[in-house]
């Protein structure tokens, strides 16, 4: 059954602001938006701490609970929530039955209204408990929101601080504000709101464990317009989704132009690989269009450096470097030595700012800290009609969860490097192969449709290290390996046997497990199950 609306003709002029009622959490510079708006001669109407906030500051201000003749009660929770109140915000100024409405029962229109809501999402963030937090759900806010938006033809609404100085600037040009500027204000006011609601949704779906609702959103807030996606033909945005995960959504740039759409996507990459690599001895990942293409570790973040840029130097050209400790001199010095697009670091010395002062074009962001590898957020893809959503990949193994599968198990040092490898193949393009030795990659297969073409491609890799270093043999000779995914068949075991592998690390599960552990026996090859297979697609 469809409902009839009065209709309203959107007004040609501005709409003067004779009355505003504001109502805010957040009190950045509301003192100096209000005393524009006095001196302008709107009236000031305004509930708790607004309104002493407001008086404090010698403005003249009118209580809610005075238009309505209702104090505000059950803890603040009922004081909005009044026909005084949404008549005001609702009422059509063109429509005569409105306006009759309005005289008889005494309602006075509201022109502006401002409200930013209580500070759930940031309670959330610091761990509040059940009670606190759904005492930070905001009721009356929401619902005066979207009464002032659905009225933007006569009402303007701000949500946020960062439009105070658009409103006064529209009202110093015409006077009042404009239909145009109500309607970009009522856009934001709706996605708020929205954004809001989902935020206590995911909380609530993640409190009572409910891993698949009914109804699933996400929200974020505009980070900077992009100048264009992936390709210059595509249009982008960066938002940001409130969680405060260290990393590129929440780091300082201290240098450079703007980050790219590919740019911030491959930084995440990057940061997130290295974070694996927190607590542990220095660590590097140079990442090449969302795959590393060199990871390593050192007595030092140069030396991890070094080691990481020796696996690709090709592909390292143009990279993003990212580091698990505070980027110092030495390791600035080296990282200058090529052109790189980003680095991320938890931190950086003064010396080595001033070293990349010098390279214009090189961003360096700093985060104050790094992810926690272990705790994940929920990710999600968008696909024809709808979306994907999962847990992060944030599972970790230790030494009990292996199982060592052939005749020799790995030595001390396979086991340190099967480990490192195992990190790193989480982070690569299914499907992966990753060549690890002494706590370095030597050669990396990414995202290749067959498995032992990864295999091959990794070699191949490791190979060309061995031709530009002048070595007499392949780093990937006493190297191990680990795969993403079972091998299905034996044929990428024997080319790892074949490139001098000893050790390799995988999840199991083919119906050709037999195989392939056969032939690693015959070949002396270590060999360990996890149990746990790494896709990334």
Not at 508 to 530: E, H, N, P, W, Y
Request: charged share 20%.
């Amino acid at each position: 059954m469809s409902i009839a609306a009065p209709t309203s003709t959107a007004p040609t002029t501005p709409v003067r602001i004779r009355r505003a009622l504001i109502s805010v959490s957040d009190k950045t510079g509301l003192l100096d938006f209000a005393r524009a708006l006095h001196g302008h001669g709107t009236e000031l109407l305004s509930t708790g701490g607004t309104a002493a906030a407001l008086r404090e500051a010698g403005l003249p201000v009118r209580d809610v609970s005075e238009v309505t003749g209702f104090p505000e009660m059950m803890d603040g929770r009922v004081k909005t929530l009044h026909p005084m109140v949404h008549g005001g915000l609702l009422a059509l100024r063109d429509n005569a039955d409105h306006l009759a409405a309005m005289e008889s029962h005494g309602i006075g229109a509201i022109d502006l209204l401002v409200v930013n809501l209580y500070p759930f999402e940031e309670t959330v963030a610091k761990g509040a408990d059940y009670a606190t937090s759904v005492e930070n759900i905001d009721i009356g806010g929401p619902a005066m929101i979207r009464a002032a938006a659905k009225n933007h033809a006569f009402v303007a609404v701000v949500t946020d601080a960062a439009d105070y100085a658009p409103l006064l600037e529209e009202v110093a040009a015409h006077g009042g504000t404009t239909y145009a500027f109500r309607q970009r204000l009522a856009l934001t006011a709706y996605a708020r709101t929205a954004a809001y609601d989902s935020a206590v949704s995911t909380w609530l779906a993640a409190a009572i464990q409910e891993e698949t609702p009914r109804w699933r959103s996400f929200a974020g807030r505009l980070a900077q317009p992009l100048r264009y996606g992936e390709n210059p033909h595509q249009k982008a945005a960066f938002y940001t989704d409130g969680s405060n995960r260290p990393g590129v959504a929440t780091a300082k740039q201290w240098q450079g132009k703007e980050l790219s759409y590919n740019n911030i996507n491959d930084t995440d990459a990057a940061f997130e690989l290295v974070a694996e690599f927190a607590g542990e001895a220095p660590a590097c990942a140079i990442i090449k269009h969302a795959n590393p293409c060199g990871v390593g570790r050192g007595a030092t973040l140069r030396e991890a450096y070094q080691r990481a840029y020796t696996c690709d130097t090709t592909s390292a050209f143009g990279g993003i470097v990212a580091l698990n400790g505070v980027l110092d001199g030495p390791t600035a010095e080296e990282i200058v030595k090529i052109f790189t697009e980003v680095v991320i670091a938890p931190e950086a010395t003064d010396e080595a700012k001033a070293i990349f002062a010098a390279k214009k074009n090189l961003r360096l962001l700093t985060t104050g800290a790094l992810p926690d590898a272990s705790k994940g957020t929920l990710s999600f893809r968008q696909v024809a009609g709808g979306f994907l959503v999962q847990d992060s990949d944030v599972d970790t193994i230790t030494a009990s969860d292996l199982k060592v599968v052939t005749k020799r198990a790995p030595s001390g040092q396979e086991l340190e490097d099967l480990f490192f490898a195992w990190k790193v193949a989480k982070h690569v393009k299914s499907n992966a192969i990753v060549y690890v030795k002494d706590g370095a990659t030597v050669g990396i297969g990414a995202g290749q449709m067959s498995r032992v073409d990864s295999t091959m491609i990794g070699a191949r890799k490791a190979g060309e290290i061995a031709s530009a270093l002048g070595l007499s043999e392949s780093p990937a000779v006493g190297s191990v390996a680990a795969s993403d995914a079972f091998f299905p068949f034996a044929d990428g075991i024997e080319v790892l046997a074949s490139v001098g592998v000893k050790a390799v690390i995988q999840p199991g599960g083919s119906m050709k497990d037999q195989d392939v552990i056969d032939t690693a026996d015959r070949l002396g090859l270590a060999m360990v199950f996890t149990g746990q297979r790494h896709f990334r697609h």
